[in-house]
């Protein structure tokens, strides 16, 4: 079974400090990645996905997520951190192949000014 | 492109009562999924249909939750009767092909007293 997790329930940073939301997984073949962000009373939004290929992802916003294969991980990354950047995130895994994703339960970032 | 339409967005019922929600997902989006998402924790799916036909309702409740996708396009979600605990967000998405990232609806948010 495909699984998530994330670790850290909030985050904080400066703005204009790099950010990292750390997101690890586990699957029994090779995985979709993905990471979505929930601003509040929204619905989830894409960010970026790892399907193959390169290791370093990019993604809308300004946002890179890096592919680890032997530490299962996924974190996302900006090199600077916006105050409107503030909001929830989530990794997702899926199987490929697999039609459903499984969700982490999130972390907070908030982007302090 | 118009993105996944749902509906209502907010509903409060009573503990026993019955309630629906309605997608509408991407146009051309063969796959369509709910999921149920709970104060402080992440989606968590309900079911997957490819087309109209139900590929994963292994999480559904189905002594009180039922959904259908008639003629492969629009949706609906069921729930009775509703209990305290079904008080989430029910989320619509819907993607072209398992590589691609999910487009979500904004949700509908379910309080049941």
């Known amino acids: 079974a495909q699984s998530v997790a994330q670790p850290e329930d909030q985050v904080n940073v400066a703005e204009g400090n790099p950010l990292t939301v750390k997101c690890t997984y586990s699957v029994s073949g090779n995985p979709y990645l993905f990471w979505y962000v929930q601003y509040p009373n929204r619905g989830l939004q894409f960010l970026l996905k790892y399907i193959t290929g390169d290791n370093l992802v990019k993604g809308s916003y300004g946002f890179e997520a890096e592919f680890n294969k032997s530490q299962t991980s996924f974190h996302l990354k900006k090199p600077s951190a916006l105050v409107s950047d503030s909001a929830l995130y989530f990794c997702a895994v899926r199987e490929t192949n697999a039609g459903k994703s499984t969700f982490g339960d999130g972390t907070t970032l908030t982007v302090k000014p | 492109e118009a993105g996944v339409a749902q509906s209502p967005r907010y509903k409060i019922i009573e503990k026993r009562q019955s309630v629906a929600f309605w997608c509408n997902p991407i146009s051309g989006h063969a796959t369509l999924y709910w999921y149920q998402q709970i104060l402080g924790q992440g989606p968590k799916l309900l079911i997957q249909?490819?087309?109209?036909?139900?590929?994963?309702d292994s999480q559904l409740p189905k002594d009180r939750f039922s959904a259908e996708r008639l003629k492969g396009v629009d949706s609906t979600l069921k729930i009775q009767p509703a209990k305290l605990e079904d008080s989430a967000v029910y989320l619509c998405?819907?993607?072209?092909?398992?590589?691609?990232?999910?487009?979500f609806g904004s949700g509908t948010r379910l309080t049941v007293v």
């Open positions: 998405a819907s993607s072209l092909d398992p590589a691609t990232g999910y487009t």
């Open positions: 249909f490819q087309n109209n036909g139900v590929v994963d």
